[in-house]
């Protein structure tokens, strides 16, 4: 390979792909950016900013702008769906930790138009759209990336390393054969986006709020235009079936009782995976995002990791590029896994099962616990520290 090209080969242009551009361009090494649609898709995916993330985007002067366009939240919610109010965390507690002492509620294609702006004064970063990142290759000099356009073509592309940051069903993962380790949640989760005003008709509800129940929890989280409704769906339904508008006015109605029909601006059925790539690091090419782990959104951890992962993994590259050895990028894939399969993975599952809880004694028992944690300062401040990733971003300090 000694065409090898003097630059970073990133496949997906998302978020995670979009940060991890951001930062080796700070630091002046080129980069191509590889995205499958023919443009930055406006899709209503992840939503939620935790502090440590606003703090890592404060460096491209990108959080205020996030701020101006989206909803700051000061305080978050567990709640019953027939009791009302269990716990309310104060994230106001993180003063001092953070300079974000609050979730922020911006959809995330937000984000990426910012960061495709901030990427288009830069002559160093290239994005290549509407082409698909196939297979990789790679020797002790580079790496070779094979792409498809739209109409079929396929050309092949040199580079010295290559982010993979394409997604759930990763190409790159799959051509270095890398186990993708973990379990399908059985329930669908169903997402439904609606102006209705939630929080003019349920007293005292935060912007975020998870509502255990031990037939049919739900999510209601409020963005600047709508709120969404995450709800747990038989998986023996059609996704038609789900998505039917008689179903969804129904469990709508169920959820909270309104006169007149909910108008749904959008809706997605999905299913939930929680896995883990066995590697994070093979030879020149790295992992990160959806590509390295996947998680069920209640806490709203998946884009966060994501861009945390891209933050963790351009520090080493940079320092790889500059002359370390490659071996160095190994800390990247210890220190990154280990968050998603302890912090991520655990926090996500608990939030789940707090939930869905069924059985009345261990609901009561998880709702003490969740009221007595609020009550002690001390616990409340860890809580939040652990469930808004700052505690994972320091315990990674220790691990070599």
């Not at 709508?252 to 009782?257: A, H, I």
């Not at 809706?267 to 020149?284: C, D, F, L, S």
């Not at 809880?357 to 028992?365: F, T, V």
């Amino acid at each position: 390979m000694n065409d090898t090209s003097e630059r970073v080969l990133i496949v997906g242009a998302g978020p995670v792909g979009l940060v991890a551009a951001a930062c080796l361009a700070e630091n002046d090494i080129p980069v191509t950016l590889i995205e499958r649609s023919d443009d930055l898709p406006k899709d209503l995916r992840a939503s939620t900013f935790h502090p440590p993330t606003l703090d890592m985007l404060d460096r491209f002067g990108i959080s205020e702008k996030l701020i101006a366009r989206g909803l700051v939240c000061p305080n978050w919610q567990f709640r019953d769906r027939s009791e009302g109010v269990i716990a309310d965390f104060d994230l106001g507690m993180l003063e001092g930790e953070t300079n974000h002492p609050y979730r922020l509620q911006c959809e995330q294609w937000k984000l990426s138009e910012h960061l495709r702006e901030h990427l288009d004064t830069l002559d160093c970063v290239q994005i290549i759209y509407d082409a698909t990142g196939e297979s990789v290759v790679q020797d002790e000099n580079g790496v070779r990336l094979t792409i498809k356009r739209s109409d079929g073509s396929t050309e092949t592309l040199s580079g010295r390393y290559l982010i993979a940051a394409d997604g759930a069903h990763s190409n790159i993962r799959r051509s270095l054969d890398i186990e993708f380790e973990g379990l399908t949640i059985p329930e669908i989760f169903l997402s439904m986006s609606t102006a209705f005003r939630f929080d003019e008709a349920i007293p005292d509800l935060a912007p975020i709020a998870y509502l255990t129940d031990p037939s049919e929890w739900a999510v209601l989280l409020r963005t600047p235009s709508l709120w969404r409704v995450l709800l747990p769906t038989d998986p023996s339904m059609s996704e038609a079936e789900i998505k039917a508008p008689e179903m969804m006015e129904k469990r709508l109605q169920k959820l909270c009782p309104k006169d007149g029909p909910y108008e749904v601006a959008h809706a997605t059925a999905y299913r939930v995976h929680q896995r883990v790539a066995k590697k994070y690091v093979m030879g020149r090419v790295f992992l990160a995002g959806d590509a390295a782990h996947l998680n069920n959104p209640l806490g709203g951890m998946g884009m966060n990791g994501g861009i945390h992962d891209a933050v963790n993994l351009t520090e080493g590259l940079v320092a790889v590029w500059n002359g370390a050895p490659l071996e160095t990028l190994g800390r990247y894939e210890r220190q990154r896994r280990k968050v998603a399969i302890d912090t991520v993975q655990e926090q996500s599952l608990r939030n789940r099962k707090i939930m869905a809880e069924n059985d009345p004694a261990a609901r009561s028992a998880y709702h003490d616990e969740l009221r007595a944690i609020v009550a002690d300062p001390a616990r409340h401040k860890d809580y939040l520290m652990r469930t808004s990733m700052l505690q994972s971003l320091k315990d990674l300090e220790a691990i070599a």
